[in-house]
């Protein structure tokens, strides 16, 4: 009995002096970027309770503890790992790029502006493949599984898809020879404008709507009928209006997340992705 109450004591002291060295080894832009990310979540759980686009929805809802732990913490620093000091590291090793320092001198805000609305019109056209390509639904359909949407639900996403989307998110930052302080403040871009879109949060933001994009229409994007296949915008819904897959009408969603049968958990949904076709006509894809 000791003995396992020594185990126990060692163990969460390991995790402690973890996080303790990890944190000392970020930078101070670091370090503020993630308050102000965790600043923002708590905020968006607290307006989620005072004005609900779905009353009655619970926070602790089926899979928060695997959207937390394993989606938001543990998947996301490995692969951020496995993007930043494998992949962009390789490339920019065989390339050399970022040694000309191309965008040094450019404003960081200008930078900002640049490289958030690049990306964002590479994340509308790669969705809207997702959702028509069957190779891509199979890494993207873990991001619908939730049947409760809130602000902490969009961080469920499968580990080759962030793969994927934040090597061709930070690459260009990274090759370009921008200031690190690029890739924080576009993190954290990313981070607080995916739980808002993504929040059980009731707005109404009017003619701001065809341009800001927010959880009015996100939400319908993620709903099991007509609206699941429209929707396609992170940021700038004007991508959906411009491109002809704009969806928002007065109504509210009844329901969210697959038709089709998905796991509960977060291994068996990453091992889910690579079953085999075995049906002639492949009906997970989302159809309106």
Do not use: C
Request: glycine share 6%.
């Amino acid at each position: 009995m000791v003995g396992e109450i020594l185990n126990r004591t060692d163990i969460f002291s390991d995790i402690w002096n973890f996080v303790g060295n990890y944190l000392n080894s970020l930078s101070s832009v670091e370090k503020q970027s993630m308050l102000i990310i965790i600043s923002a979540a708590v905020l968006f759980l607290i307006l989620e309770r005072l004005f609900p686009y779905n009353k009655g929805q619970e926070v602790l809802r089926e899979g928060f503890f695997d959207d937390l732990a394993l989606y938001t913490i543990a998947q996301s620093y490995i692969l951020s790992i496995l993007i930043f000091s494998y992949i962009i590291n390789f490339i920019d090793s065989a390339t050399g790029i970022s040694r000309l320092k191309l965008f040094a001198d450019i404003p960081i805000w200008i930078q900002l502006v640049f490289f958030t609305i690049t990306h964002d019109i590479y994340i509308y056209w790669m969705h809207r493949w997702q959702h028509s390509n069957k190779w891509l639904w199979r890494i993207h359909e873990a991001h619908h599984s939730p049947k409760k949407v809130d602000w902490l639900s969009g961080s469920r996403s499968h580990a080759l898809e962030i793969l994927i989307n934040q090597t061709v998110e930070f690459a260009p930052i990274v090759l370009l020879g921008s200031p690190p302080e690029v890739i924080a403040y576009k993190g954290v871009i990313s981070a607080v404008w995916g739980m808002y879109i993504h929040s059980n949060l009731d707005v109404k933001t009017g003619w701001l709507q065809k341009i800001i994009n927010g959880p009015e229409m996100h939400r319908w994007h993620h709903s099991t009928g007509k609206g699941r296949n429209r929707n396609f915008a992170t940021k700038f819904a004007i991508w959906d209006w411009l491109w002809g897959t704009a969806f928002l009408p007065p109504s509210k969603p009844d329901e969210y997340g697959l038709k089709t049968f998905f796991p509960k958990n977060y291994f068996a949904q990453t091992i889910y992705a690579f079953r085999s076709f075995k049906r002639k006509k492949e009906t997970e894809l989302v159809k309106d």
